[in-house]
């Protein structure tokens, strides 16, 4: 199995430039995360998904991110405007319907804006 | 509600030395319990965790973890550190039923050749 695939792996943009990125969980896994990790914050959960609907979504920082998943192999983290305070590694996770609450977890994307 | 507080941001222990990394988490069901270890530039991946049953539990590179329902805590322990060992390491815990899963601040273990 590949394993959970996230693209871009870096991504340098500018203020007030809008940002897409990319994940495609493990084939099978019926929940998908998005977290953000930076040294000031940790590791922050921003949204989740089951079966591709929204549960949680009370981490997204505010009306400038936004996550879909149209599919079961497939979702984005759209931040549009982006911010320099938006500067972070961007990791996607997904989890199998029946391993225990176990999440695997994708490379990251590495953001910044400048 | 739930929530998992890890004791030392930052832990040393000489190469051979034991490996005790502290997690207490609070949780107001049974808890699911999870030990992450993020090695520089990855993503986390999972080196142990408690569901049910068994209270010890065995996780790789020769990492155990001990579920202790009196004392709130799943501490972290490898008898003997090695150099490949150096990482940050992640306590997390989940109510189960697939809901979402509170990380721990993380701690990033050194270890001294």
């Known amino acids: 199995d590949a394993g959970v695939i996230q693209s871009p792996r870096h991504e340098v943009t500018e203020m007030g430039q809008e940002v897409t990125l990319r994940c495609k969980p493990i084939?099978?896994?019926?929940?998908l995360f998005w977290y953000r990790q930076t040294m000031m914050r940790g590791l922050e959960l921003l949204i989740y998904f089951n079966n591709n609907v929204p549960i949680d979504d009370s981490g997204m920082p505010e009306d400038r991110f936004s996550a879909k998943m149209p599919n079961a192999s497939f979702s984005t983290l759209k931040i549009q405007p982006s911010e320099p305070r938006d500067s972070a590694v961007y990791f996607c996770a997904s989890r199998p319907p029946r391993d225990g609450d176990t999440q695997y977890f994708g490379p990251g994307t590495r953001l910044t804006v400048l | 509600a739930q929530s998992v507080t890890q004791l030392g941001s930052h832990v040393s222990v000489s190469e051979g030395a034991l490996v005790l990394l502290r997690c207490n988490y609070s949780?107001?069901?049974?808890?699911?319990l999870f030990w992450y270890v993020q090695y520089p530039n990855q993503g986390l991946q999972l080196l142990l965790k408690?569901?049910?049953?068994?209270?010890l539990v065995k996780g790789i590179n020769g990492f155990e973890a001990e579920f202790k329902k009196s004392e709130t805590s799943f501490h972290l322990t490898k008898p003997s550190a090695h150099m490949s060992d150096a990482a940050e390491y992640f306590c997390a815990v989940s109510p189960g039923g697939y809901q979402k899963v509170t990380f721990g601040t993380g701690t990033k273990l050194q270890v001294i050749p």
């Open positions: 408690y569901t049910t049953g068994a209270t």
């Open positions: 949780s107001s069901v049974p808890p699911y």
């Open positions: 084939s099978g896994h019926n929940s």
